[in-house]
């Protein structure tokens, strides 16, 4: 039985590694590859597949952890930064396009009431992860139609919750307004601020206990522990894991701890999300696009034509330009995964009937495959029209990165903090960490010799990266994976004396300090001075002697 299972999952890696590169390449997306990956490995393909509902257990992980991850990232202070266009625009677009396509989907295909009204919002909701990944790769983020469309993604990541809820409400045999609904959501809401409570004097005391134990592989065992625990509970009480997983997120979202436990997350979700799209494309019947095409099409087209038509009036009241708001209405126009985990979710509680399951995943995987073409028209259409000083927006990466805040990059801090730069620093002890936060500095824990951590932690949008680490076995490995993963980062790093710089600068580092020659050069000035050799004289012979010594550190990064 093991062995069936392993051959499944060596082809469904086989081709995720054939397939989803040859989409990127085409600029198609990730998720669609994965999608299509999945058809092709399927029944309806190759069958090379069969255990598909067996996977699709396994691969519902994958969504738990990326609901975890979005409540980490949705930290109410970027929500209210972004207050106007996440609240107003998003909502709007949310609830109105959810009522059309609830409406459309009741009285023109038919579909049952309750379906229905799963249905329309589920199908309001764009891709995040596509549309981030195309603006991101545009360098579009910024702009204007860049950032509302990430004000929609937002509030459409928030509207998740309640219509994960809302599926067990629909699936109750009597739904009453004032009674059993009522009472459902009076246990909803207790089951949740529970969950709260504990979480909120749970969490952070465990995972501290956990990173001043030192052992990385125990707190990548706990941050998953935390997700899937929260999951089950809720499960347990009612309520869907993807819920619970959502306020595991929240929960961590403003712990000093968060970053850590992302980088710990991140590759478990990757590979788990690309499972879960990869058997929601096993379960695509193929069949039905063949025999119907010019309906499906027709369907998948008017869809995107219904969103953007919505769209583009919302986004104008909202104060964007016409270019501006023609190119948020083409990105969003297309239905993403979290359309696909409602439709799996109402079809393992028999909500969906299996044919229209099956539409409607032909229907998002046809609008999604559309995208590419929208993107690169919203992009010609808006241009590179970067928003002015007051837009709402997201807030800015921080331009600086302290990897280490020990005594030297306390002390980098403090300048930075006094020149008013930004900055987000890192230092594998707990007790540094928890201190200085204490203070009101941006110092989060994590190990900053993982790729990983450095992502989760905006290394990437960082102009100037700084090691100050004590231990010079990972000082070399830091500044060698910040090479590696931001080539055209500034790294500056601190060495103890001359074999750690010519190391450290021969690995990638754009400059490097040794602080015994700093030491050596103030103590011999003092020197000097105290001697009698004149002060044009004594800088002369220190700055000679700086230079031979600075040649010798450069000379070794050639």
């Known amino acids: 039985m093991f062995s069936v299972y392993l051959t499944d999952i060596i082809i469904l890696l086989i081709a995720a590694v054939v397939i989803v590169p040859v989409f990127q390449l085409a600029r198609l997306g990730v998720v669609p590859g994965f999608l299509v990956a999945g058809v092709i490995v399927g029944p309806s393909g190759l069958g090379l597949i ?43 677009q949310v609830i109105l396009t959810g009522s059309i396509l609830a409406a459309l989907a ?55 919750v309640p219509l994960l809820a809302l599926v067990p409400l629909l699936v109750m045999p009597k739904l009453g307004i004032g009674g059993d609904i009522g009472i459902a959501l009076a246990e909803s809401l207790l089951i949740l601020g529970l969950v709260v409570v504990v979480g909120r004097y749970f969490l952070t005391p465990v995972l501290h206990r956990v990173a001043r134990s030192g052992n990385p592989e125990l707190f990548t ?40 436990v992302l980088a710990e997350i991140l590759p478990f979700r990757g590979l788990l999300l690309g499972l879960f799209f990869m058997s929601m494309g096993m379960s695509v019947n193929i069949a039905l696009f063949f025999d119907q ?10 869809l995107l034509a219904l969103k953007a038509a919505i769209l583009y009036p919302l986004a104008l009241v909202y104060g964007l330009k ?55 028209l919203a992009h010609r259409i808006a241009g590179k029209q970067l928003a002015v000083a007051g837009d709402a927006g997201e807030p800015s990466e921080a331009p600086v990165v302290l990897a280490g805040f020990g005594r030297v990059g306390r002390r980098i801090g403090e300048i930075l903090a006094g020149a008013g730069i930004p900055f987000v620093a890192l230092d594998s002890d707990p007790s540094v960490v928890a201190a200085e936060r204490a203070s009101g500095c941006p110092v989060f824990y994590g190990d900053v ?38 080539p055209e980062t500034r790294i500056y790093a601190r060495g103890h004396d001359l074999e750690v710089c010519k190391e450290l600068s021969r690995l990638g580092a754009s400059g490097v300090v040794s602080e015994n020659v700093e030491a050596s050069l103030e103590l011999a000035r003092m020197t000097l001075a105290e001697i009698g050799i004149d ?24």
């Open 50 to 92: 069969s255990n598909v509902s067996e996977i699709g257990h396994f691969a519902e992980i994958g969504v738990v952890l990326l609901l975890f991850i979005i409540g980490i990232e949705l930290k109410p202070s970027r929500l209210w930064l972004m207050r106007r266009l996440v609240f107003g625009l998003g909502v709007i």
């Open 449 to 486: 010799c993982q790729p990983g951590l450095l992502k989760a932690v905006g290394a990437m949008g960082a102009r100037v990266i700084i090691v100050t680490l004590n231990e010079p076995s990972s000082a070399k490995q830091a500044v060698a994976s910040l090479k590696e993963l931001y």
């Open 106 to 160: 009741y009285y023109l295909f038919d579909i049952s009431l309750r379906a229905a009204i799963l249905v329309g919002p589920a199908l309001a909701l764009s891709s995040t992860a596509f549309v981030l990944q195309i603006l991101a790769e545009q360098k579009l983020l910024n702009s204007r139609h860049g950032r509302a469309s990430l004000a929609v993604l937002l509030l459409q990541d928030l509207a998740v």
């Open 221 to 260: 065992a706990s941050a998953v522990l935390i997700v899937l625990g929260t999951a089950m509970a809720t499960e347990r009480a009612g309520l869907s894991m993807a819920m619970g997983a959502f306020l595991a997120g929240i929960l961590i979202s403003d712990s000093s701890y968060r970053h850590q």
């Open 293 to 302: 095409p010019i309906m499906s099409v027709a369907i998948a087209v008017a």
């Open 535 to 558: 002060e044009k004289t004594s800088d002369d012979m220190l700055s000679e002697f700086q230079q031979k010594y600075e040649a010798q550190i450069n000379d070794a990064g050639l």
């Open 322 to 376: 016409s270019k501006s708001s023609r190119a948020v209405a083409l990105l969003l126009a297309q239905s993403g995964e979290f359309a696909m985990v409602l439709f799996a979710l109402a079809r393992k509680d028999n909500l969906l009937t299996e044919a229209v399951f099956q539409q409607l995943l032909l229907i998002v995987l046809l609008t999604m495959v559309a995208t590419p073409v929208l993107a690169e």
